[in-house]
């Protein structure tokens, strides 16, 4: 049923016409329209929050540890990579090493894509936009200057982390990746969590992203330190200072922030509140198109500051989402992406490749990137 309303939604983003005056047409107005109808009926849980799976808890790694330091039963990783790993065995007996190959990968996208449709008890009937930001936060750490943090280690998995207050609720998303994990060992966390956040995008009907293998798992003392990533309340001289650390420029931020269009705040997570788009579980324009369009007023209530629609009262926009628009540099890019998704598509795909490859020491070359089969194709 989810994945219907995100199909209607999506095919009716495509077709509708563009204007800068957008929210004023009787186009505008029918297009939204039945958006808001889709995104009422597919939103059985209106702001939910707080939709956590069992923890893991850090005793499994510890345990993991213990074994593989012993070399007893359980799996061997050769962290070097991804090029050689060891299938699950015994003491003793084993199922022999492999390399694994685009189809290895394929299946664990398969596996992904699965759980995206089968289990849609999270926010508007997907758990794809919080899979897209853990890919987002985990990689999102990376400092050029010291060459630390991105998406090289999962080091998320360790309190220091994953405690840290912009990563707050994303345990969710690691947790519904834990029988993939199981599923196929072979695979480090951090290239399940990258591909994942591929396999997400890619399944709620955005661009293709090429991706490679290659990411090792790290222990607890590579975890960086808290305030690598954007604080909401800001404005665009705190974005240029995150994004330019790891080496984005003001295009490539705009391009980024259009995965706004996906997902919503939380009162108990960021303390910011509702969706930004009418479809938040379609990756499309419309973060662009909303953010020129609608008339954004700040929003009267108890919580931290934000900018709530004046038609609807029922979407929002952060500090630094309007720092797009009030910026001039920023507000060109703005404007491209809004005027055409295909021109967004191509440019977020580009920048999502490069966000999720920021400081892995790959063995392999660009060229070997492969690009995955959605789960419909």
């Given at each position: ?5 995100r199909t209607l939604t ?170 993939v994990k199981e599923k ?194």
């Amino acid at each position: 049923m989810a994945a219907t309303a995100r199909t209607l939604t999506r095919l009716t983003a495509r077709t509708a016409p563009i204007n800068s005056t957008l929210r004023l047409t009787a186009t505008h107005d029918a297009r939204f329209s039945l958006q808001r109808q889709t995104f009422q009926f597919s939103s059985r849980r209106g702001y939910a929050s707080g939709n956590e799976a069992k923890s893991s808890g850090i005793g499994y790694y510890a345990t993991f540890a213990a074994i593989a330091a012993a070399g007893g039963v359980g799996y061997f990783y050769l962290n070097n990579g991804g090029v050689t790993d060891m299938k699950k065995g015994s003491s003793g007996e084993s199922r022999g090493v492999f390399t694994p190959k685009k189809e290895d990968y394929q299946q664990v996208y398969n596996e992904v894509a699965k759980l995206l449709e089968e289990k849609d008890d999270y926010d508007d009937g997907s758990y794809g936009p919080v899979i897209v930001r853990l890919a987002w936060h985990c990689s999102g750490t990376y400092d050029k200057q010291t060459n630390t943090g991105g998406s090289n280690g999962a080091t998320m998995r360790f309190a220091p982390e994953g405690d840290h207050g912009a990563n707050a609720g994303l345990k969710a998303a690691r947790d519904f990746l834990e029988p993939v994990k199981e599923k196929h060992p072979w695979i480090t966390y951090s290239d399940l969590w990258t591909l994942a956040g591929v396999c997400a995008i890619q399944e709620m009907q955005g661009p293709s992203i090429p991706w490679r293998p290659g990411r090792t798992d790290r222990d607890v003392s590579m975890c960086t330190p808290d305030g690598r990533l954007p604080d909401g309340a800001k404005d665009q001289t705190h974005l240029r200072a995150i994004f330019g650390r790891m080496g984005f420029d003001d295009r490539e931020i705009v391009a980024l922030s259009g995965a706004h269009a996906l997902g919503r705040c939380h009162t108990d997570r960021s303390g910011f509140d509702g969706p930004w788009s009418f479809s938040p579980t379609v990756v499309s324009n419309d973060y662009f198109r909303l953010l020129l369009g609608e008339k954004w007023n700040w929003k009267k209530w108890n919580g931290p500051k934000q900018y709530e629609d004046a038609g609807s009262k029922t979407l929002m926009m952060l500090p630094t989402d309007m720092a797009l628009v009030k910026d001039a540099s920023f507000k060109k890019h703005v404007e491209r992406y809004a005027k055409d998704d295909g021109v967004f598509f191509k440019e977020f795909s580009d920048v999502i490749v490069k966000l999720l490859e920021l400081g892995v020491p790959f063995q392999s070359k660009e060229e070997d990137r492969m690009t995955l089969k959605t789960l419909s194709a």
